[in-house]
């Protein structure tokens, strides 16, 4: 499998944007958005997918953190759908039922080429986790979900405390993406599907 590496840079009106992303690196992450909280989301993200991940955003942070978060996740999206190339090989699902303390939040990934998110949890409106408003981690999912064509399933299956229920979402999420992109060696360079596209 060739190398399977991405840099998106995206700059609008409201944000300015530079993302690099390596889906067979070791985690290493240097990210810079302005939002303590989703700094803390994005490193721990490339952690737990081992993803090499490097995040520099500039947003209109007077006006509030969506446009930020919103455009971090479509670049990140376009990143990830960029370094998977023509996706011959992966193993193309992922899942994870993964513990956060009280938390606990199901994801499942199905790299399809079709990106959509499906969503169950119960995150409360005008909650903020350090200056992060908890409302934009769905934004986020939906944003990348989207531009990576992938069909992302996050439950929220138990959880009382909103910090541990968006940390146990990225992780979970990292680490069924990890599984999705994976080698997969009974696979050789044939796509995973009976269409002959994804």
Same mark, same amino acid.
């Given at each position: 499998m060739s190398e399977r590496t991405a840099r998106i840079a995206r700059t609008t009106k409201e944000t300015d944007i530079e993302l690099s992303v390596d889906l067979d690196g070791t985690g290493t992450t240097d990210i810079n958005t302005g939002i303590g909280f989703f700094d803390h989301m994005l490193t721990a993200f490339g952690r737990h997918g081992l993803f090499d991940l490097s995040v520099r955003a500039k947003g209109d942070l007077e006006v509030d953190g969506h446009h930020t978060v919103e455009d971090v996740? %479509?670049? +990140?999206?376009? +990143?990830f759908a960029s370094a998977l190339g023509d996706k011959r090989g992966i193993r193309r699902?992922? =899942? %994870?039922?993964?513990?956060?303390? @009280?938390a606990l939040i199901l994801a499942a990934i199905d790299i399809s080429g079709r990106g959509q998110l499906f969503w169950e949890a119960d995150i409360p409106a005008a909650v903020m986790v350090g =200056? !992060?408003? *908890?409302t934009l981690a769905k @934004? !986020? !999912? %939906? *944003? !990348? +979900? *989207?531009n990576a064509g992938v069909t992302l399933h996050i439950r929220e299956l138990a959880g009382e405390n909103t910090h541990h229920v968006i940390e146990g979402m990225f992780k979970a999420v990292a680490r069924a993406m990890r599984q999705a992109v994976e080698a997969d060696p009974r696979m050789g360079d044939a796509l995973p599907t009976t269409k002959g596209a994804l």
């Open positions: 996740g %479509i670049v +990140a999206g376009q +990143a699902y992922g =899942s %994870i039922a993964l513990p956060m303390d @009280e =200056s !992060f408003d *908890a @934004e !986020f !999912f %939906i *944003a !990348f +979900a *989207a």
